[in-house]
């Protein structure tokens, strides 16, 4: 009998097992479908795109490593003045999902100077990163090729702990592939499978670097 009821458990045991497996494959395509989906979302709205991070306005929101030290910089890549306003979670979120519904209207030109406010007025914020990669993300709609470069390589200088850091990382690496810097490209693809295994950012990444 305990030898039966040893063999039901390890039978259970496998189904979870395999249950988990499918699971995680599953949210693994999801991932890489939600990549891709803002691609299509800003292409439609006639300025070049390549694939994009999920595009949920909560994704991501929260840096893992804490609050940044440093204040985050705008799409000229100057160092905004760090407010001394206090921080208001509630307040912070209304600001950053008004940016990022800007994007969703295509209107580029005003989301880009709602995210360089944002970060201005809360460079401590938790959605600070996010608003730093997704202001990359509208330059790189608008066609500012060097506000986007600069705005993407700010997210892991400014939040290296960030989640947005590898989607942040191939954005770039696309950014100077259109620039003509071809030299560079290739060690940022490496990095993000290096560094960030696992990541749809090293999937595409690998698959760019086999392209190469």
Do not use: C
């Amino acid at each position: 009998m305990q030898l039966q009821q040893m063999q039901d458990e390890i039978s259970r045991l496998r189904g979870i097992v395999e249950v988990q497996q499918n699971d995680i494959q599953q949210m693994k395509q999801e991932a890489l479908d939600r990549y891709k989906d803002l691609d299509s979302r800003i292409g439609a709205g006639g300025a070049p795109a390549a694939p994009a991070a999920n595009n949920s306005a909560s994704d991501g929101g929260v840096n893992a490593g804490g609050a940044p030290a440093a204040p985050a910089a705008g799409a000229g890549g100057q160092v905004p003045q760090t407010s001394t306003e206090p921080g208001d979670p509630a307040k912070e979120k209304l600001y950053y999902d008004a940016a990022f519904d800007l994007i969703k209207a295509k209107d580029f030109d005003k989301a880009s100077q709602a995210f360089s406010a944002f970060l201005r007025k809360y460079p401590n914020s938790q959605y600070a990163g996010n608003a730093q990669y997704w202001l990359g993300e509208v330059n790189l709609a608008k066609g500012d090729l060097q506000g986007a470069g600069q705005a993407f390589a700010k997210v892991s200088q400014l939040y290296p702990k960030h989640a947005k850091v590898p989607d942040s990382l191939y954005k770039l690496a696309d950014v100077e592939r259109r620039l003509g810097h071809t030299d560079k490209v290739k060690g940022i693809l490496q990095q993000v499978v290096a560094q960030y295994p696992g990541t749809s950012a090293a999937q595409l990444a690998q698959r760019d670097l086999q392209r190469l």
